[in-house]
C-alpha cells in the first residue's frame, strides 16, 4: 500500500489539513516526520514519528522508510532528489511534482542561490502559500491518489 510521507516542520498547516482529509477519505496511510511533537487528528491512517533535533534528521528518516511508489510532501529539493532516486514521488506544498527530469535544475538553482546567500545578498524567502497554491497541491495530490488506487 502507498504511504504518504510528510516533512512535516516547514510543511505550512493549510496543506497538512488538505493531507488530513485526503488520508482519510482515501484511506491512505499518512506519516508526518518532524523534530517537535505534533497535534493530529484523531485518525487510524494519520500518524506522525518524532525524530531527534538536528539538521536533515528528519530528512533521512523520511529517506530511510520511503519505498518505491510512495508519495513525500516536501520543498526541500535534495530531499527530493533522494526520494526520487527510490522510485518515489516528491511533491511540493505548492502543488509542483518534482520529476526525474526536472530535479537537477532545481538542485542547481537551489545551489545558486545558496551561494548567493552565503556571499551576503539577500534573497528573501518564499512568498506565503496562495490559494492557488493550495489548489494546485490539491489536485496533484488528488491525481497521484487516483492513480495508487487504480494500481491496487
Known sequence: MTTIW???DACPTVIKEVLYRAAD????????????GLRTPPS??????????????ADNEI??????GDL??????????????????????????YTPENIRQRLNMRDFMDTLRSSGIQTGG???ISQQDRQMFANELDKFLQRSKARR
Open 72 to 97: 513525500v510532501i516536501t520543498a526541500d529539493i535534495p530531499l527530493a532528489s533522494e526520494v526520487i532516486e527510490k522510485s518515489a514521488v516528491a511533491l511540493n506544498p505548492r502543488g509542483e511534482l
Open 25 to 36: 477519505r482515501t484511506e491512505t496511510p499518512l506519516v508526518l516526520v518532524a523534530n517537535q
Open 44 to 57: 487510524r491512517f494519520i500518524r506522525s514519528i518524532q525524530v531527534e533535533k538536528g539538521f536533515d534528521i
Open 63 to 68: 529517506v530511510r522508510r520511503v519505498n518505491a
Open 126 to 128: 518564499p512568498a506565503a
Open 6 to 8: 510528510v516533512d512535516a
